[in-house]
């Protein structure tokens, strides 16, 4: 019997496996690092127009925490929600966190349509956090993430306590540095294991220096095929449209973002911002600096609850 393939029938916008094999192989490499970090309690399947959204639910470990206000994680372009294996013990010891596999990325969510349209992305995680029945969340995003979670505090703000934005996009047009960045990163991880550490220390790139997150990595790059464009930033009419509580924080070394011109910017144009930049860091300062950034996450929301 002929191996099963995603080719037959596949939109050109819309992403896909390139077959079951490799997304199997794929799968398992995500359960490797999802072991990383907190155990999930229980795992959803959310339908919308543009597909079905993966949600795994962690937390929280004090009973007293379920009433405190949850957390949505959304992860950047090219991964997972396994990413977030630094920060998932410690949020969900405090409160109820969710973590969505984001359609159209390597995951366990399926796409249906393309949601690299502003609306239409807003539009689907408002469908996806109603399934859950999640009418007030703190919501945090990385990268890419953090694009999807600036844009929905810019289209659909009711059900948001806050904002929290760590190294993302939204605030600038992606530069060639940043693709150099990635390109770089991607070669360093062929490199001998005796080098990695160094590489990862020069490219500020820890997934060198973890296993199971390189592994997870290459066999994304492998398995599956992305299919939107890079998003387009946020205006400054857009941002001044903000008045979700928000905190940006920003990797000292960032190749995405301009660190110290954003520090002054967002604060100016979204009223009550809170930006701090985190040194010794670039795009991921939340695996970088894991107990120092799920600190001062928790201390936010918590101030804002």
Same mark, same amino acid.
């Given at each position: 019997?002929?191996?099963?393939?995603?080719?037959?029938?596949?939109?050109?916008?819309?992403?896909?496996?390139?077959?079951?094999?490799?997304?199997?192989?794929?799968?398992?490499?995500?359960?490797?690092?999802?072991?990383?970090?907190?155990?999930?309690?229980?795992?959803?399947?959310?339908?919308?127009?543009?597909?079905?959204?993966?949600?795994?639910?962690?937390?929280?470990?004090?009973?007293?925490?379920?009433?405190? @206000?949850?957390?949505?994680?959304?992860?950047?372009?090219?991964?997972?929600?396994?990413?977030?294996?630094?920060?998932?013990?410690?949020?969900?010891?405090?409160?109820?966190?969710?973590?969505?596999? @984001?359609?159209?990325?390597?995951?366990?969510?399926?796409?249906?349509?393309?949601?690299?349209?502003?609306?239409?992305?807003?539009?689907?995680?408002?469908?996806? $956090?109603?399934?859950?029945?999640?009418?007030?969340?703190?919501?945090?995003?990385?990268?890419?993430?953090?694009? $999807?979670?600036?844009?929905?505090?810019?289209?659909?703000?009711?059900?948001?306590?806050?904002?929290?934005?760590?190294?993302?996009?939204?605030?600038?047009?992606?530069?060639?540095?940043?693709?150099?960045?990635?390109?770089?990163?991607?070669?360093?991880?062929?490199?001998?294991?005796?080098?990695?550490?160094? $590489?990862?220390?020069? /490219?500020?790139?820890?997934? /060198?220096?973890?296993?199971?997150?390189?592994?997870?990595?290459?066999?994304?790059?492998?398995?599956?095929?992305?299919?939107?464009?890079?998003?387009?930033?946020?205006?400054?009419?857009?941002?001044? @449209?903000?008045?979700?509580?928000?905190? $940006?924080?920003?990797?000292?070394?960032?190749?995405?973002?301009?660190?110290?011109?954003?520090?002054?910017?967002?604060?100016?144009?979204?009223?009550?911002?809170?930006?701090? +930049?985190?040194?010794?860091?670039?795009?991921?300062?939340?695996?970088?600096?894991?107990?120092? +950034?799920?600190?001062?996450?928790?201390?936010?929301?918590?101030?804002?609850?």
């Amino acid at each position: 019997m002929p191996e099963t393939t995603t080719r037959d029938h596949a939109r050109p916008d819309v992403g896909r496996y390139v077959n079951d094999t490799l997304r199997e192989r794929y799968f398992a490499a995500c359960d490797a690092v999802h072991a990383l970090g907190a155990q999930a309690v229980a795992e959803a399947e959310v339908e919308s127009r543009f597909g079905t959204t993966h949600v795994y639910r962690y937390g929280p470990d004090d009973p007293a925490g379920e009433s405190r @206000t949850p957390v949505v994680l959304v992860h950047g372009a090219g991964s997972c929600s396994a990413m977030w294996y630094p920060n998932t013990p410690a949020l969900s010891a405090d409160r109820p966190v969710y973590a969505i596999d @984001t359609p159209g990325d390597p995951g366990r969510s399926v796409q249906r349509e393309p949601l690299h349209d502003p609306e239409h992305a807003a539009q689907w995680l408002d469908e996806t $956090l109603a399934g859950l029945g999640l009418d007030r969340f703190h919501l945090v995003g990385t990268s890419y993430g953090g694009w $999807l979670a600036l844009n929905q505090a810019h289209r659909r703000p009711d059900r948001l306590a806050s904002v929290t934005l760590l190294d993302p996009g939204g605030l600038e047009k992606v530069g060639l540095r940043f693709f150099v960045w990635i390109f770089a990163s991607l070669f360093a991880s062929f490199a001998p294991k005796a080098l990695r550490p160094r $590489l990862a220390a020069w /490219l500020e790139q820890p997934v /060198l220096v973890v296993p199971q997150l390189r592994t997870m990595i290459h066999r994304a790059r492998r398995a599956y095929r992305i299919r939107r464009p890079a998003p387009l930033p946020l205006s400054e009419a857009d941002l001044a @449209t903000v008045h979700t509580p928000l905190y $940006l924080v920003l990797g000292e070394r960032s190749l995405l973002v301009h660190p110290r011109r954003q520090l002054e910017r967002v604060p100016r144009l979204v009223p009550g911002a809170r930006a701090e +930049i985190v040194m010794s860091t670039g795009h991921g300062p939340q695996i970088d600096h894991a107990d120092e +950034i799920n600190r001062r996450m928790l201390g936010f929301m918590a101030s804002v609850d």
